[in-house]
C-alpha cells in the first residue's frame, strides 16, 4: 500500500473510531506488519525497506535508480542502475564492456640485387605428345557418430605410363559437447551464455525447466528466479549466472497475455 493511501485510511478508520464504530471491523492491510496483503507485492516486516521490497512493500526492480543485490522483480542481482540505459549501464543494470584490439603491423625491406647477362635463344623444332590421364574417384561416404567423421574409400589416379597414385582415406574425430542439445542454457531463444554441460554430466537446462504454459509472465520468471537460488547456494552456478538466466527469463514472451 502506497504511504498517501496508508494515511487516508487511517484518518477514515480514525473518524468511524470516534462515531462508535469497531475500528477492527475496518482493518486492512498495513505495510510492514510482515504479512503480505491486498496489493502489497511483499511484506517482509518493519525493517523495510529491503534490497526485495521498497518502503511501500512493492517490488523493487530495475530501472528504479537503486542497485539491489538481488532486486525483488524479476529477482535478479544488478551491477549498476542509472534508472534506465545510460554510457555505462544497460537497461538490464549490467556494466557495459567495451572492447579495444590492438594491431602491430610490422614491415621489413630487404636489399634486392638485380643482375644482368647475355643471353643466347635456340629455338628447335619441338615435338609434343600428350597423354591421356584417367583418374578414378570411388564413392566417399561420411558418416558422423558423436564427432567423428571418417572419409569411407581412397581416391586413385592412373597416368597413361602406368603411375597409380593411391590418397589414403582420412578420420578426424571432435569431441562432442555431452549429451546436452545446445553448449548453453537457452529460454525462449536467448542464449544466456551459461554453460549447460554440469560436472555430473547432467544438463543445467533440465534442471531449471519452468513450464511454458503458464499464464502468468511473472509467475514463469518467479520459477527461475527461485530455482537458480537453490543452485547458487549449493554452489552449482555463480551470481552472475543466475542473473544472465534470470534476466533472458524476463525478456521472454511466455505467459505475457499479448503475445
Do not use: W
Not at 36 to 54: F, M, N, R, S
Amino acid at each position: 500500500m502506497k504511504p498517501a493511501r496508508s494515511i487516508k485510511y487511517l484518518l477514515f478508520a480514525f473518524l468511524l473510531s470516534s462515531a462508535g464504530y469497531p475500528l477492527a471491523s475496518f482493518a486492512g492491510p498495513v505495510c510492514g506488519d510482515g504479512v503480505v496483503e491486498g496489493d502489497e507485492d511483499c511484506d517482509p516486516d518493519a525493517t523495510l525497506p529491503t534490497d526485495e521490497c521498497a518502503i511501500d512493500c512493492s517490488f523493487t526492480f530495475c530501472g528504479d535508480g537503486v542497485v539491489q543485490d538481488p532486486n525483488g522483480d524479476p529477482g535478479f542481482t544488478e551491477d549498476c542502475d542509472d534508472s534506465g540505459a545510460s554510457p555505462t549501464c544497460t537497461d538490464m543494470c549490467e556494466f557495459v564492456t567495451t572492447t579495444t584490439t590492438t594491431t602491430t603491423t610490422t614491415t621489413t625491406t630487404a636489399d634486392t640485387t638485380t643482375t644482368t647477362a647475355d643471353t643466347t635463344t635456340t629455338t628447335a623444332d619441338t615435338t609434343t605428345t600428350t597423354a591421356d590421364t584417367t583418374t578414378t574417384t570411388a564413392d566417399t561416404t561420411t558418416t558422423t557418430a558423436d564427432g567423428t567423421t571418417t572419409t569411407a574409400e581412397p581416391t586413385t589416379t592412373t597416368t597413361a605410363d602406368g603411375t597409380t597414385t593411391t590418397a589414403e582415406p582420412t578420420t578426424t574425430t571432435t569431441q562432442a559437447p555431452g549429451q546436452c542439445p545446445t553448449s548453453t542454457v537457452i529460454i525462449d531463444g536467448c542464449d544466456t551464455g551459461v554453460t549447460n554441460l554440469r560436472t555430473d554430466g547432467s544438463c543445467l537446462s533440465d534442471v531449471i525447466d519452468c513450464p511454458t504454459d503458464v499464464k502468468n509472465h511473472g509467475k514463469y520468471v518467479r520459477c527461475h528466479a527461485r530455482l537458480t537460488r537453490d543452485l547458487k547456494r549449493a554452489g552449482d552456478i555463480t551470481g552472475r549466472e543466475k542473473g544472465r538466466i534470470v534476466r533472458c527469463a524476463a525478456r521472454s514472451d511466455i505467459g505475457k497475455k499479448n503475445k
